[in-house]
Every structure is written in structure tokens, then in C-alpha cells.
């Protein structure tokens, strides 16, 4: 079945060999004009789109943002069911990193109105039963970081439903590279019956792309970082003494398990 709208500046032919339930018109639009994705222009308003800020640390790159923004509309999947990765990893890292902007400036107009000082971001607002302080930075972090997750939640469903897991755990194995899933419950009846004990070693990023409907087939990994001040630079933990990766880096080993692995902050990606 074939069915015409009309936008105005164009038409967008929208068809069921190509677009899903899950589709907006404007990410349906999109996947049919990969050449010239700026003919769905008229559409974009469906998908709110934030400028992506640079870290001071890092230079400037001159039309990077409007070759993001195009591109964005480009992430499909080709006739045989393979995904263009190329494509697809630059339209999700737009999004992730517009929820970021999104969630840093949504957090700090709500909490502090507006970006907090040095002073504030290190200000300790109590202490832990191990005996290690909590600041407002990392009580600021939390909170962006699930604003973040919703947001990616929301966003990625309206153009890759099943193509991705926000805060999925896995079991990875480093003899043989082969992941297992993890589920809630799993994980519940750990904590319940030895404090999670036997969870020890098990890895969970914020956002995971991955073939359509298989968890285990991942590509891309990431996880959203947010420094207290822009000046910051975004770290990966390092794996404690009693961690099966101690010494190495969250990246690392991310990136052993599922391919890429970038940081996602306001101001870049890396």
C-alpha cells in the first residue's frame, strides 16, 4: 500500500516495505530519501534538535554540526537486513548527545539555576555506609544520567524500535568473547540471596546498538558521562582489586566486549 502526504515543500511517499508502526512521519520520510535527506526538512520538528556544544579541550571543526544534522537522517537498514554502520553510528551519536545537552542544562537550571562553581560541584552532601563522600557532583551526574536514559529511551524508539538496549547487563566471557544476557530478575535474585556476588564481572552500558531483535550481535556501546564543569575532561572507571578486570579501564573493556565505546557528554563524544 502506497500513501501520499503532503508537506508543503515536497511529498513524502510513505510505504509499508520500509517504514514500521514505531515510524514518525518525519523518521519514515527520512528512510526513503537517504540520498537528499534535507527533503524532510518540513518534518524535523518532530525530532527536536539541540546544537551540539564542543569541549573546550577540543577543536573546532567547521560545518561538523549541519553534516551531523544531515546524516542523522540517513540510519536504515539496507535490503538484505544488514545495518549501513557507518551512517547509523553518526544519526544515534546526534541523538545521545542532544539527550545529553538536554539532560546537563534541564538538571542544572532545575537544581542550581544554571551551571554550578567549582565550589558547589565539590560541596560533600553526605557520606556512604563504606565511609566515601557523595558531592553534589555526583548527585548532579545521577540525576542527569537518568534524564539522559529516558531521553535516549524516547528518541531511538521513534527510529530503531529493537535495535538497541539502554542499561542492559551482560555476562561476558574473555576465554571464549561470548556474551550472555542478564536479566533484571537474574540480577534481583542475586542481590536478594548473596549481594550480588556472582554479578561480579558483569558489565552494563548506558546504551548498546545491536542487530535488530538480538541483544548478543552488538555494535556500538556507549555510556553517558557528565563532568561537573565544563573544563572537566569525561574519564572511563578503572576496575577495582576484587573486579575480574582489575587495572583496566571501563573503555577497555567495553570495547573488548562490544565493539566501539565512547563517552557521550554535553560538549563531545569520545
Not at 59 to 67: C, D, E, I, K, V
Not at 103 to 126: F, H, M, S, W, Y
Not at 136 to 141: D, F, I, T, W
Request: glycine share 8%; aromatic share 8%; with cysteine.
Amino acid at each position: 500500500m502506497w500513501v501520499w502526504l503532503s508537506l508543503g515543500l515536497g511529498g513524502c511517499l510513505l510505504s509499508d516495505e520500509v517504514c514500521t508502526s514505531a515510524d514518525t512521519t518525519y523518521s519514515c520520510c527520512v528512510k526513503q530519501h537517504l540520498d537528499d535527506a534535507s527533503r524532510c526538512n518540513a518534518l524535523e520538528a518532530e525530532v527536536r534538535v539541540l546544537e551540539p556544544r564542543v569541549h573546550p579541550s577540543t577543536p573546532r571543526t567547521h560545518g561538523t554540526a549541519a553534516a551531523v544534522g544531515t546524516v542523522v537522517a540517513a540510519a536504515t537498514l539496507s535490503s538484505d537486513g544488514e545495518i549501513f554502520a557507518g551512517k547509523l553510528r553518526a544519526a544515534v551519536e546526534k541523538i545521545l548527545q542532544e539527550c545529553a545537552i538536554q539532560a546537563n542544562e534541564a538538571v542544572n537550571r532545575r537544581r542550581r539555576g544554571g551551571d554550578p562553581t567549582r565550589e558547589q560541584c565539590e560541596e560533600i552532601l553526605k557520606w556512604d555506609p563504606s565511609g566515601k563522600p557523595v558531592t553534589r557532583a555526583m548527585r548532579l551526574g545521577q540525576e542527569k544520567h537518568a534524564e539522559a536514559i529516558e531521553c535516549a529511551r524516547n528518541r531511538l524508539s521513534q527510529l530503531w524500535p529493537g535495535r538497541f538496549s539502554l542499561e542492559q547487563r551482560y555476562r561476558h566471557d574473555p576465554t571464549t568473547g561470548q556474551l550472555e544476557l542478564v536479566s533484571p530478575k537474574q540480577h534481583q535474585e542475586s542481590m536478594r540471596k548473596n549481594q550480588g556476588k556472582d554479578m561480579k564481572g558483569t558489565l552494563v552500558p548506558d546504551v548498546v546498538i545491536h542487530a535488530k531483535g538480538n541483544p548478543l550481535k552488538t555494535q556500538f556501546a556507549y555510556d553517558f558521562k557528565f563532568p561537573c564543569l565544563e573544563t572537566t575532561l569525561p574519564t572511563w572507571s578503572i576496575y577495582p582489586q576484587d573486579s575480574p578486570y582489575y587495572g583496566e579501564s571501563q573503555g577497555q573493556v567495553y570495547e573488548r566486549s562490544f565493539g566501539a565505546a565512547l563517552r557521550v557528554t554535553p560538549w563531545e563524544i569520545i
